[in-house]
């Protein structure tokens, strides 16, 4: 075990969220012992904003209900406490747990509900850097795991034998996709060589977990790099065959997309879009991942554009367990982004006003500005609709931020279509 003591960190009370604050100070003051744990003290480690605050303590769930009345127990076969304040934060507690116990015929995890000690706890959890433990009694950093030398060196590594993590909850191998991808870590090699070799494992796991796991991915802000590990890795096979096959088939593109690079310098310039302005809809981000499906069967010129949209959904969107809602939003989409690029084709015509005053138009133009971008489009183009709009009086302030102002059609080309992630270490 390693202590760092508050000198030996960066990790601040200022960098916690207030919510969180009060429940580690009560629990402590209530003389349990309370961690924050997980995500939060990683994020934090190297210099990112947590997105929540997680705790770990010795108090059991019915412990913590009596100390905040703003608290409600969740969960049948292992208890947490969410901890309710005002704004919308929710403060998730739970006991410490152990390592659970494993069938050696089947090591797929079907139970993790028995309480433990912190050690036991940290060890139970995934990866090293989320291993990590800060202790309100003293501001210190708790390493049971070398979690900080794996962040120090900038690595993805399993707690214990990866083979045996994988098989466990074989999730985890996405979860390793997200945090090298939007850390820009590496993924240690017998790590990698595991996830290489368990991927037919992904299948196990509940569907719901793994649709929303890819559906994150794209969400990240580092969704071009994650493709990039899933297709490198073997998972993208085995998640999206569809996509797997698009890419090894060269006579089946378009005319945007002859080297098989189309889908990822759209999310690379999803990824630019979500730095800069924060997470876009899924129904976006799934109008993003179909485009080159559509485009490879003449969408811009076909009859019956509505049926290819549709056919394209049914069949890549299940991946991501897209709602009915997200469909038929993206559905609206696409069909919005055919008309924006024929109508700013045919000598500037007058745009029709019932196109400009949809509801989803701001949405339906920023994804004809990622096709833009991503194919070295025409952004005139975009900046024609963008004034007919105002000329309407329907310039609405929730449109997404562009990233186009001063640019023209005919720039450079991007220099590299697909970045190759180098992750052995």
């Not at 990622?370 to 310039?395: N, V």
């Not at 929730?398 to 220099?415: F, I």
């Not at 279509?417 to 270490?425: E, G, P």
Request: overall charge positive; charged content about 30%.
């Amino acid at each position: 075990m390693r202590v760092l003591t508050r000198s030996e960190h960066p990790v601040s009370r200022r960098d916690i969220a207030s919510g969180a604050l009060r429940v580690l100070n009560r629990l402590y003051r209530a003389g349990h012992t309370a961690y924050l744990v997980g995500g939060s003290v990683r994020d934090i480690l190297v210099k990112r904003t947590p997105k929540d605050f997680d705790i770990v303590t010795s108090a059991r769930p019915t412990q913590v209900r009596k100390l905040f009345r703003n608290c409600r127990l969740i969960g049948r076969r292992f208890r947490l406490a969410h901890v309710h304040f005002s704004g919308g934060e929710i403060v998730e507690v739970a006991t410490f747990r152990c390592t659970p116990e494993l069938d050696q015929d089947d090591l797929l995890l079907r139970s993790d509900n028995r309480f433990g000690s912190p050690e036991e706890d940290a060890y139970r959890r995934d990866f090293t850097i989320n291993g990590l433990f800060y202790d309100i009694a003293d501001y210190s950093v708790i390493d049971y795991v070398d979690g900080v030398r794996d962040i120090e060196r900038r690595v993805v590594r399993t707690i214990n034998d990866p083979w045996t993590r994988f098989q466990e909850d074989p999730v985890r191998m996405l979860r390793a996709v997200k945090f090298a991808s939007k850390l820009n870590f590496r993924i240690e090699s017998k790590t990698w060589s595991a996830m290489c070799e368990s991927r037919k494992a992904i299948h196990k796991s509940p569907p719901p977990r793994v649709q929303e796991e890819l559906a994150r991915l794209l969400e990240e802000g580092a969704s071009c790099r994650a493709l990039t590990i899933m297709e490198e890795s073997g998972l993208l096979e085995e998640l999206e065959p569809n996509l797997h096959r698009y890419l090894s088939q060269a006579d089946s593109r378009s005319e945007y997309d002859p080297d098989g690079g189309l889908l990822f310098d759209l999310l690379e310039c999803v990824d630019d879009r979500v730095i800069a302005s924060g997470k876009p809809s899924r129904a976006l981000l799934y109008s993003v991942w179909m485009l080159p499906y559509i485009l490879a069967q003449d969408f811009f010129a076909v009859t019956g554009p509505d049926v290819v949209v549709r056919s394209v959904a049914d069949t890549v969107l299940p991946a991501f367990g897209a709602s009915r809602k997200d469909v038929e939003r993206v559905v609206q989409l696409l069909l919005a982004v055919r008309r924006f690029h024929q109508g700013s084709r045919r000598g500037r015509r007058a745009a029709p006003k019932a196109l400009l005053s949809k509801s989803y138009f701001n949405e339906a133009l920023a994804v004809y500005e990622l096709f833009l971008q991503a194919t070295d489009g025409d952004l005139e183009q975009l900046d024609w609709w963008r004034e007919q709009r105002s000329l309407h009086g329907k310039d609405r302030t929730s449109e997404p931020a562009s990233s186009s102002s001063g640019q023209r059609g005919g720039g450079d080309k991007r220099s590299n279509r697909r970045r190759r992630f180098r992750k052995r270490s």
